[in-house]
């Protein structure tokens, strides 16, 4: 499997532009999980989906955030409109079906993405 | 969900064995202890998770004691390849529970010297 895979890598923007983040989970997870990392803030939650469907969304900082998820494969995280403080990584996770626990540990473990690189001007 | 409290940062030497306790005093009777690793640049990485008692991969062992109010992620011989930045987390791991979700605290910024 390719892992969770996150698009673009690097996204340098101007204040005020739309920016727009892609998330495919890996095949099967039931979870996904959108983050931000900042040195200020550290990993922040800012939404999460099950089964396509926003679960809690009380990490999103505003409503210039908004994130989707269409089908399974597939989430966006738009900022519109984008401002410097924005400027962070990026982070998408998805997790396997909450079936039941396996004993070996791992269940419900978070696969994260590469990350995206958000720099807003 | 539980908070969680570890040391800022820590040094160690290469070949030396690491311990980075946690302390989660408020933790729920459902919740699962769970580690992750991050290295500059990357997503953080699963290390182990556990209930009670030891639980040991490949890459760590984690010791929790009886009343699971804290716990102990243990990394044996460290490399420099060990330099990242540990997070340690609880929550809820049943079946149907709608907390999938893990808040990640400051972690623990391990640097592994030669």
């Known amino acids: 499997d390719a892992g969770v895979i996150q698009s673009p890598r690097h996204e340098v923007t101007e204040m005020g532009q739309e920016v727009t983040l892609r998330c495919k989970p890996i095949?099967?997870?039931?979870?996904l999980f959108w983050y931000r990392q900042t040195m200020m803030r550290g990993l922040e939650l800012l939404i999460y989906f099950n089964n396509n469907v926003p679960i809690d969304d009380s990490g999103m900082p505003e409503d210039r955030f908004s994130a989707k998820m269409p089908n399974a494969s597939f989430s966006t995280l738009k900022i519109q409109p984008s401002e410097p403080r924005d400027s962070a990584v990026y982070f998408c996770?998805?997790?396997?079906?909450?079936?039941?626990?396996?004993?070996?540990?791992?269940?419900?473990?978070?696969?994260f993405g590469p990350g995206t690189r958000l720099t807003v001007t | 969900l539980a908070k969680t409290t570890q040391p800022i940062s820590m040094d160690s030497y290469e070949g030396q064995e690491v311990n980075i306790t946690c302390s989660h005093n408020?933790?729920?009777?459902?919740?699962?202890i769970t580690w992750y690793q991050q290295f500059p640049s990357q997503g953080p990485r699963f290390i182990i998770q556990g209930y009670k008692t030891k639980v040991t991969n490949e890459v760590a062992s984690l010791f929790i004691p009886a009343d699971r109010k804290s716990s102990t992620l243990s990394l044996p011989r460290v490399s420099l390849s060990d330099t990242a930045v540990y997070y340690c987390l609880v929550g809820d791991r049943r079946p149907r529970s709608n907390t999938g979700k893990l808040i990640f605290g400051q972690g623990t910024t391990l640097q592994v010297k030669p």
């Open positions: 996770a998805s997790t396997p079906r909450a079936s039941v626990p396996t004993g070996t540990g791992k269940d419900y473990e978070q696969y």
């Open positions: 408020n933790i729920a009777t459902n919740d699962y």
């Open positions: 095949s099967g997870h039931d979870y």
